[in-house]
């Protein structure tokens, strides 16, 4: 019986029937990680010592006959730019390199109540700007499937840790589709809620006011169960808002859905095996009796510009704490203040970090702010009022996650804006606040292909539900 298999429900039955323990379950992961991470590379900081003591703990209260969580002993993984107390959390960034968070971010607050057991901090693109966890600081990442493949980001090293079972589910970011983007490419379910869904309380912060903590899993039942324990209330976040009222609402069956289908995320440059996998998942619905209807989000060609001058503008801001006074990496030796700036940030930021805080700056600056980033924002404005539009219509939204399978390492590191590019169809909803999912619809040779269910913002229940309904009938 290979334990790394389990999703959330088998491990938790497994755990209760006493087929096996905690401690057992923990460490045929830690030997899987073992075996298969020198290759992968999904991981930045194994925490073994820390996962085995929070395994114990569980073993105890199941001894003592005690009522378990459904996620108690259940191994996961950690996003390095999610804090854990007393954990090294390096946001993939030398600047961080020796940082270790002195507590936690508020979602792992809340699953260490659930007894989770942390086996480590995965990779990612530095800072979390990136689509391939090439930009990490460290190494890159592998794609599970074709090692010579990049796993998407930034959440690379999350998918690809539970694509190769070297955990449950891990926790990923999504700031234009670094969780959902990964997700695709890896084979997984990865969740973005809507913005204000879920605490972003001990999340390093890149653009704030698009940045969200989200699951990725093994199928959409598991990330529902995360996403039920991730979406509280939390005071730390202002941002945060609890606003599910049909939470307890009866789901429609799929014969009384109408499905969105835009025209503008099936383009010239899409890859054509992954426009006939997608099709083919529309007509899944189409057969089932759901309602397809064209729709049009007329303003998606402008989403990506409107991102990368709202993001940079929030990183230059947002990473200006970064200046080797007060902690992380510092040239101390600089003979003036400036000088130990420009060393310091010279130095332990990598090039698309820079080059996001330059444009940002830029962007900023006296008699730029108007025609740049004000310009960006009402953009960032009528896209949202194209998804406000087409939810009058529709339940739901069905497009591509990426216009492409997972390409090649190296094949798009020299090139930003082909990279930036890989969002096109991710990006949209983050601007937009509305919630997405990615849930594996077929593959490429053994490259996967994800399909995106784009929901209303908080609304999160409707899109797991179309998410459990696909699996069904795939």
């Not at 809340?110 to 700007?129: P, Q, R, Y």
Request: hydrophobic content about 40%; glycine content about 8%.
């Amino acid at each position: 019986m290979d334990l790394t298999r389990f999703t959330i429900e088998q491990a938790h039955k497994g755990l209760v029937e006493k087929d096996f323990s905690a401690v057992e379950l923990c460490s045929a992961f830690l030997k899987k990680i073992n075996d298969l991470d020198k290759k992968i590379k999904a991981f930045l900081t194994i925490t073994s010592d820390l996962a085995l003591f929070q395994a114990r703990k569980v073993d105890e209260k199941i001894s003592k006959g005690e009522h378990i969580s459904l996620l108690a002993g259940v191994p996961c993984a950690i996003k390095d730019n999610i804090l854990v107390k007393d954990i090294k959390c390096t946001a993939g960034s030398k600047i961080l390199e020796n940082y270790i968070a002195p507590y936690d971010a508020t979602v792992i607050k809340w699953f260490k109540k659930e007894d989770m057991v942390i086996l480590g901090k995965t990779n990612l693109d530095e800072f979390a700007m990136g689509a391939s966890t090439e930009n990490s600081g460290f190494f890159p990442t592998h794609n599970p499937h074709d090692l010579e493949r990049v796993p998407g980001g930034s959440s690379g090293g999350s998918a690809a840790a539970v694509a190769a079972n070297m955990c449950v589910y891990a926790f990923g970011s999504d700031t234009f589709g670094s969780i959902r983007q990964p997700a695709s490419f890896c084979g997984v379910v990865g969740l973005k809620p809507s913005y204000g869904a879920v605490s972003r309380y001990g999340l390093i912060a890149m653009a704030s006011s698009l940045d969200q903590i989200g699951p990725l899993t093994k199928n959409v039942s598991d990330a529902e169960v995360l996403f039920d324990v991730m979406r509280r209330k939390d005071p730390k976040d202002s941002t945060n808002a609890v606003l599910f009222k049909d939470i307890k609402q009866k789901i429609f069956k799929i014969s009384d859905l109408k499905i969105g289908v835009p025209k503008e995320y099936f383009i010239k440059g899409i890859d054509k095996d992954v426009e006939k996998i997608i099709k083919n998942a529309i007509k899944k619905f189409e057969k089932a009796g759901a309602k397809i209807i064209e729709i049009s989000l007329p303003h998606t060609k402008y989403a990506v510009a409107s991102y990368y001058i709202t993001a940079p503008c929030e990183i230059s801001a947002n990473l200006a704490r970064y200046d080797g006074i007060k902690y992380g990496f510092s040239k101390s030796k600089a003979s003036t203040l400036e000088k130990l700036y420009f060393q310091t940030r010279g130095q332990g930021f990598g090039d698309e970090v820079r080059r996001r805080i330059m444009i940002g700056a830029y962007a900023l600056s006296v008699g730029y702010y108007d025609s740049y980033y004000l310009k960006a924002q009402k953009i960032k404005t009528l896209v949202k009022k194209d998804f406000d539009q087409a939810f009058e219509k529709v339940d739901i939204i069905l497009a591509p996650v990426s216009p492409t399978p997972a390409f090649k390492i190296g094949e798009k590191i020299d090139d930003p804006l082909s990279m930036y590019l890989c969002d096109v169809f991710t990006g949209p909803a983050n601007l937009a606040g509305a919630c997405a999912i990615s849930v594996p619809a077929g593959k490429i040779g053994n490259l996967p292909v994800g399909l995106q269910i784009i929901g209303k913002s908080f609304k999160e229940k409707v899109i797991l539900e179309a998410g459990k309904a696909f699996e069904s009938l795939s």
